[in-house]
């Protein structure tokens, strides 16, 4: 019997973390559970983009992440990945159960491409009351190239 038609199992082995068969035929086409988590991760964290004069902001609402869990890196020379996760709290008392889990757990990531004239070197990040701001400085726009005159000799 195909377990895997079932959709409570999948689901169960997303949450066990569960190795995927990467020889099984029916699967290697699929996307992967890894890719397909991320992208859950990055269609559930909400994200604004302003565009200042001289930079960009990246507002990302991180809820329950604190600073120094929360990755800010640069790749591909142009792609900013803002990224952290939530951990359901433990609990120390035996007997204690939640009656209802509403509140996302798990992966918090987003992907921004970004401009050309973003400068890679200036970049900063504060995080406060968990709201992530990201700020990425624009380049200097290039100066105009004066015309170039060239002296006419007579002949």
């Given amino acids: 019997m195909d377990l895997g038609r079932f959709p409570i199992i999948s ?21 992967s ?3 397909m988590r991320d992208a859950k991760a990055m269609a559930a964290t909400p994200a604004d983009v302003i565009e200042h004069p001289n930079a960009y902001a990246f507002v990302v609402d991180m809820p329950g992440i604190k ?25 120390e008392n035996e007997g204690v159960k939640y009656v209802r889990m509403e509140r996302r757990m798990g992966k918090f990531m987003r992907k921004f491409q970004l401009p050309e004239n973003a400068d890679l070197d200036k970049i ?6 968990g709201v992530l701001k990201v700020t990425v400085q624009k380049l ?10 060239i002296q006419v000799q007579v002949a």
């Fill in 124 to 129: 900063s990040a504060v995080c406060h009351d």
């Fill in 33 to 35: 559970r890894v890719y």
């Fill in 67 to 91: 600073g120094d869990e929360i990755k800010v890196q640069v790749e591909n020379d142009n792609v900013l990945v803002v990224s952290g996760e939530r951990q359901r709290e433990n609990k």
């Fill in 140 to 149: 200097p726009p290039p100066e105009p190239k004066k015309p170039k005159t």
């Fill in 11 to 31: 689901i169960l082995e997303d949450m066990l973390e569960v190795p995927e068969d990467h020889n099984n035929e029916k699967t290697r086409n699929n996307p």
